[in-house]
C-alpha cells in the first residue's frame, strides 16, 4: 500500500457552496492559483450543471491550472456528467467525480428508490464518466450511516464499472472515529477488488470529529482525504486541511505517510481563502489561529526562553509564519518592497507591482510605517481592484456631532466619465457616508451585515471593514480598507456597487443575445 496520502481540496466546491456571498471568477482563481501552490494533489473547484456561472468557473480554472489536478462534481445523471465534462476539457488532466446517496434514509427519504435502483444508477452514471477521462471518483453520500452490506455492495460494483477512486463521506458527521476506521476496515476485508481504487474520506465536523476521522481512516487504508483551508464547509464545516497536512507531516513517525503539501504556503493560503471568503479564522484554531504560536502563561514562557520545543512541537516558520516584521517608510523602492513580497512567499505574478507600490506610497504617507502585514492587507484589497471599476471615491468628507448622534457627509463620487457630488445627513458618519453614496450613484442597496476589524497592531493599524449586501435577491460581499475606518466603509459600500454594476452588465449582455436570437429565429 502506498505511503502517500492524496490531498484533495474542495475548498472551491464544498466551502465556496456555504458562503453568504458567492466568489467571483477572478476570486475563485486566486485561490486555485494559491491551492496549486501550496500543493494539493486534487482540487474540486465546482459543480457546472449548477449554473452556467459556475461552469464559466470551472472551465476558467481548468485552462489555468497545469500541476494539481482539476475536479468538478457531478449527481449520477448524464446531464451532470457531460456539463462536467464540457467544462473541464480544456484542462490537461481532470477528475469527475460523480456520487449518489446510500444510507437507508436518504435513499427512503431523499431519492424514493430502491437500493438496487440507487445501485444501477451509480453504475451507470460512472460508465457513463469514464467516456470522458480515465479518472472517475464515485461517492457514496452519506456512507457513515450506510449499512455496511449494502456499502459494500455498492464500493464493489462501483470498482467494477470504472471507478479509479471510492470516497466514503461521513456526509453528516456522525460518527466516531473507532466506528468510521471500523468502516473502513469491513470495507478492505471485505470487498474483493478493492485493491483496483483508492479509498478516499470525505467528513464533515458537525460533532468536531471530521480530522480525528480522517486521520482513523489512514490508519486503516484510506489514501486520499478531502478538506478544505481553515475547515470551510456546510454547516459546521469541513476536516481541516492545514490539521490534517500538519498532523502527517508532525507524526510521520507514528503514521508513517506522507503528503505533496508545501507547508510553508499554509499562513498565506490560509489567510487568501478568510478575507476572499469573508470568514474569520478563530483565535484558538488549530495551526493557523491567532493564538497558535501565542504563550502567555509564564511557566511557559520560562519554558520557551530556555528550549523553543518545550511547548512548540512545530515551528511558526513551518507553515510560512514570518516572526520578522520589517517595517517601511515612504523612502523605501520599489526593489524593498518586490523583497519583502518575496521573502513573506510571494510571486510576482500574485500581484501588480505598479498598482502594490502606489498603494504602499499613500498608505506609508498616512501612517509613517508600513509593516509586513499592511503590505499583504493591500495585496488582498488590490487584487479585487478592476481597471473598469465605475464607481470610483473622489472625496469624503464627514462633520459629525456627538452630542446630538448626527453626521453629515459630503461624497465627491466618479460615475464612470462622471463626478457627482452630493451631501447627506445620517445617525452617525458611516450611515451619513452611505446615504450620501447612495443618492449620487442612484443606487439604494440593503445592508445585511457591517463588519469592523483591525488589519495590524496599535493604534495605526488599518481598518478593514467587510459588508455584505443584498440587491435583486443577490448577495453581495464588498471589502474597504484604509486608515479611516469611515473611508474603508465608504470603499467596502463602492465595491459591492462595482460588483453589481458588473453583474447588470453581465445580464443586459445576454439579454441583448438572446433578443438577437430571437430576432433572427423570427
Known amino acids: ?263 510553508k504556503e499554509i499562513h498565506r493560503t490560509s489567510q487568501l481563502v478568510s478575507q476572499l471568503c469573508n470568514m474569520p479564522v478563530q483565535a484558538n484554531k488549530a495551526i493557523v489561529g491567532g493564538n497558535a504560536f501565542t504563550h502567555s502563561s509564564g511557566i511557559h514562557q520560562d519554558g520557551m526562553l530556555k528550549a523553543q520545543n518545550t511547548y512548540e512541537i512545530m515551528t511558526p516558520e513551518s507553515i510560512g509564519l514570518s516572526r520578522n516584521n520589517l517595517n517601511m517608510t515612504s523612502r523605501s523602492g520599489r526593489h524593498v518592497i518586490k523583497h519583502r513580497m518575496a521573502e513573506m512567499g510571494y510571486q510576482e505574478s500574485d500581484f501588480n507591482l505598479d498598482t502594490l507600490y502606489d498603494d504602499f506610497v499613500k498608505l506609508a504617507d498616512k501612517k509613517g510605517q508600513v509593516f509586513d502585514y499592511d503590505l499583504e492587507a493591500l495585496v488582498f484589497i488590490g487584487a479585487r481592484k478592476h481597471s473598469d471599476d465605475h464607481f470610483s471615491l473622489s472625496q469624503l468628507q464627514v462633520n459629525s456631532d456627538s452630542k446630538t448622534g448626527t453626521a453629515v457627509a459630503t461624497v465627491s463620487l466618479n460615475c464612470g466619465d462622471t463626478v457627482v457630488q452630493t451631501c447627506a445627513e445620517g445617525i452617525g458618519p458611516v450611515d451619513a457616508a452611505y446615504k450620501a453614496i447612495a443618492e449620487a450613484s442612484g443606487r439604494h442597496i440593503e445592508l445585511n451585515n457591517y463588519k469592523l476589524s483591525a488589519k495590524g497592531e496599535g493604534q495605526n493599524a488599518l481598518g478593514q471593514v467587510d459588508i455584505s449586501a443584498r440587491y435583486q435577491a443577490q448577495n453581495f460581499h464588498g471589502v474597504g480598507l484604509a486608515t479611516d475606518v469611515v473611508e474603508a466603509s465608504a470603499q467596502a459600500l463602492i465595491h459591492v456597487m462595482n460588483l453589481i454594476w458588473r453583474a447588470d452588465m453581465v445580464a443586459s449582455q445576454k439579454q441583448r443575445i438572446q433578443e438577437n436570437r430571437e430576432m433572427g429565429t423570427v
Open 1 to 263: 500500500m502506498s505511503d502517500k496520502v492524496i490531498i484533495f481540496d474542495t475548498t472551491l466546491r464544498d466551502g465556496e457552496q456555504a458562503l453568504a456571498s458567492s466568489l467571483s471568477v477572478n476570486e475563485k482563481l486566486q485561490i486555485a492559483l494559491a491551492l496549486e501552490r501550496l500543493g494539493v494533489d486534487v482540487m474540486e473547484v465546482g459543480f457546472p450543471v449548477s449554473s452556467p456561472g459556475d461552469f464559466h468557473s470551472v472551465q476558467t480554472i481548468a485552462r489555468q491550472i497545469r500541476h494539481s489536478r482539476v475536479c468538478a462534481l457531478a449527481r449520477a445523471l448524464e446531464k451532470d456528467i457531460d456539463a462536467a465534462a464540457g467544462a473541464l476539457s480544456v484542462a490537461e488532466q481532470f477528475r469527475i467525480h460523480t456520487f449518489i446517496s446510500t444510507s437507508t434514509i436518504h435513499v427512503e427519504s431523499k431519492l424514493k428508490r430502491s437500493f438496487d435502483d440507487v445501485l444501477a444508477m451509480a453504475v451507470h452514471a460512472v460508465k457513463h464518466a469514464r467516456r470522458f477521462t480515465d479518472d472517475v471518483e464515485f461517492s457514496c453520500e452519506d456512507a457513515g450511516r450506510t449499512p455496511i452490506d449494502n456499502l459494500c455492495r455498492m464500493v464493489e460494483e462501483a470498482i467494477k464499472a470504472g471507478a479509479t477512486t471510492v470516497n466514503i463521506p461521513d456526509t453528516v458527521g456522525y460518527t466516531v472515529p473507532s466506528e468510521f476506521s471500523g468502516i473502513i476496515h469491513t470495507l478492505f476485508n471485505r470487498v474483493p477488488n478493492i485493491d483496483q481504487a483508492v479509498i478516499s474520506v470525505h467528513c464533515h465536523d458537525d460533532l468536531g470529529l471530521s480530522v480525528a476521522n480522517s486521520i482513523a481512516a489512514v490508519q486503516h487504508g484510506a489514501r486520499q482525504i478531502e478538506c478544505t483551508v481553515n475547515g470551510i464547509g456546510e454547516r459546521a464545516g469541513n476536516c481541516s486541511l492545514e490539521e490534517i497536512a500538519m498532523i502527517l507531516a508532525t507524526r510521520q513517525d507514528l503514521l508513517g505517510v506522507s503528503t505533496n503539501i508545501k507547508a
